[in-house]
């Protein structure tokens, strides 16, 4: 079993659509959680921290539910920028690495 | 821009050739980590370098390689190259400050093709 699990999609969405993305990860002693964003053949970047009260970004709401170890990220809006691949990522306990998912490849169309 | 810069942006190298990638990180971290990102996976955790030494180490083979230099720019060294390495390679910098964490920053990457 893979350490981090997503859907790779891909989601085809309309401009203006709610999407949602979900994530398992199997280490439940992981300790730091975390939604990057990968534009086509660039570097991931770093969208929003994730934390079981759940926050929210503009557009943008992660939750983190550690009982079930899964993660979420709400879209809502979704703008024709949005196009990416949503990485999930989670980092064990004591450690420094980033664990990623294979991502979940978001497309946002007129 | 991240500040964290990555050599060369592109190579093309044969199987059983060696290569060797470059990481200058971003003013004031310590810290250098490399990744290895297939075609339509996720990026997967190589080593990590703090302070010149090894600090971690992911499930790659011992034919891949690192250094840090004085400075925390980083280098990445694979021998006997397979088709299979051919990936974007990341190298991602941070200030490593005891165990609490602190934000990753990557650089664009290197694309190798093993051909």
């Known amino acids: 079993r893979k350490e981090v699990e997503q859907d790779p999609g891909p989601f085809n969405v309309p401009e203006g659509a709610t999407v949602a993305f979900n994530c398992t990860y199997s280490?439940?002693?992981?300790?730091?959680f975390f939604w990057y964003r990968q534009d086509c053949r660039k570097e991931p970047k770093l969208l929003m921290s994730?934390?079981?009260s759940g926050n929210e970004d503009g557009r943008f709401t992660a939750q983190l539910n550690r009982a079930s170890q899964y993660i979420s990220l709400l879209i809502r809006d979704s703008k024709l920028s949005d196009s990416a691949t949503y990485l999930c990522?989670?980092?064990?306990?004591?450690?420094?690495?980033?664990?990623f998912g294979t991502g979940t490849q978001l497309k946002v169309e007129l | 821009e991240t500040g964290v810069t990555q050599s060369p942006t592109h190579l093309i190298k044969t199987r059983g050739q060696q290569v060797t990638l470059r990481c200058s990180s971003q003013?004031?971290?310590?810290?250098v980590s490399w990744y290895q990102q297939a075609l339509g996976q996720g990026p997967q955790f190589i080593f990590q370098?703090?302070?010149?030494?090894?600090?971690g180490r992911g499930n790659f083979p011992p034919r891949f390689s690192g250094l840090q230099f004085p400075n925390y720019s980083s280098e990445l060294n694979v021998n006997a190259l397979e088709l299979d390495d051919s990936a974007l390679y990341l190298c991602?910098?941070?200030?490593?400050?005891?165990?609490?964490?602190?934000?990753?920053?990557f650089g664009p990457g290197t694309r190798l093709t093993v051909l």
């Open positions: 003013s004031g971290h310590n810290t």
């Open positions: 994730v934390y079981s």
């Open positions: 280490n439940s002693a992981s300790q730091s």
């Open positions: 990522v989670v980092i064990p306990a004591g450690g420094n690495k980033l664990t």
């Open positions: 991602a910098s941070t200030a490593l400050q005891g165990s609490s964490y602190n934000e990753q920053f």
């Open positions: 370098y703090y302070r010149e030494e090894e600090n």
